[in-house]
């Protein structure tokens, strides 16, 4: 009977370690993962559903997945909590919201020829790298006093205007075969010439010597 007792004082920190270890800048944070995860189940119903009105949802997710973000960083500044953890949150909610839903959205609308699904994997590869190189930038400048100035290429949040351009798109009816551009047979793979508005928007976020200021 002895063997099989526990404290529950003692267990209890080790079950909410990562709870007690959050401020409240990272349920912020969390709201933009899950406007992006969100977004992203939105785009698998509409071509299931095929209703417009999953879409238009999915692609109003996106500005909502920004105001978080942007709210995020006013509130750690604000209460002074800026921590290893939230800038890693904040990095892995970006992908999810700027990098894999713009994509999913991407393909819903119809850029789904082999070539569309290359630039889109594109796209979010330099999503991925943009914010990593921005972490470790921003790592290598906390341990001094110097503040970072500027973004070397530009944000992930900046795929919020291809989503704008896709729900346009969709408001004039102008998806799956009807897209803008139309569609080329370019070898084995189709590529529809919208989906080039990713690799420009992937191309940019690694550029590194696009600097845009930072406010």
Same mark, same amino acid.
């Given at each position: 009977?002895?063997?099989?007792?526990?404290?529950?004082?003692?267990?209890?920190?080790?079950?909410?370690?990562?709870?007690?270890?959050?401020?409240?800048?990272?349920?912020?944070?969390?709201?933009?993962?899950?406007?992006?995860?969100g977004?992203?189940?939105?785009?698998?119903?509409?071509?299931?559903?095929?209703?417009l009105?999953?879409?238009?949802?999915?692609?109003?997710?996106?500005?909502?997945?920004?105001?978080?973000?942007a709210?995020?960083?006013?509130?750690?500044?604000?209460?002074?909590?800026?921590?290893?953890?939230?800038?890693?949150?904040?990095? !892995? @909610?970006?992908?999810?919201?700027?990098?894999? /839903?713009?994509?999913? &959205?991407?393909?819903? #609308?119809?850029?789904? =020829?082999? *070539?569309?699904c290359?630039?889109?994997?594109?796209?979010?590869?330099?999503?991925?790298?943009?914010?990593?190189?921005?972490?470790?930038?921003?790592?290598?400048?906390?341990?001094?006093?110097?503040?970072?100035?500027?973004?070397?290429?530009?944000?992930?949040?900046?795929?919020?205007?291809?989503?704008?351009? !896709? @729900?346009?798109?969709?408001?004039?009816?102008? /998806?799956?075969?009807? &897209?803008?551009?139309? #569609?080329?047979?370019? =070898?084995? *793979?189709?590529?529809?010439?919208?989906?080039?508005?990713?690799?420009?928007?992937?191309?940019?976020?690694?550029?590194?010597?696009?600097?845009?200021?930072?406010?």
């Open positions: 009977m002895a063997a099989s007792q526990t404290n529950p004082g003692k267990a209890m920190p080790r079950h909410f370690s990562m709870i007690r270890g959050f401020h409240l800048a990272d349920f912020f944070t969390l709201g933009n993962a899950a406007c992006g995860v977004g992203v189940l939105l785009a698998l119903a509409f071509m299931r559903s095929e209703s009105a999953h879409f238009y949802w999915a692609a109003a997710l996106a500005p909502a997945a920004f105001v978080f973000d709210v995020d960083g006013r509130v750690a500044r604000w209460r002074q909590t800026h921590s290893a953890l939230g800038r890693e949150l904040d990095s !892995l @909610a970006d992908v999810i919201s700027f990098g894999v /839903m713009p994509a999913a &959205l991407g393909f819903a #609308a119809g850029l789904d =020829g082999g *070539w569309d290359i630039i889109l994997a594109y796209f979010v590869c330099c999503g991925v790298s943009r914010l990593a190189r921005y972490n470790v930038t921003a790592e290598a400048l906390s341990e001094g006093s110097d503040k970072v100035k500027f973004f070397e290429g530009t944000p992930i949040p900046t795929s919020v205007v291809l989503v704008g351009v !896709l @729900a346009l798109a969709a408001w004039q009816q102008r /998806m799956g075969d009807n &897209l803008w551009g139309g #569609a080329w047979q370019l =070898g084995p *793979w189709l590529l529809h010439p919208l989906v080039l508005m990713f690799a420009l928007s992937g191309t940019l976020m690694i550029s590194k010597t696009l600097r845009i200021p930072k406010f």
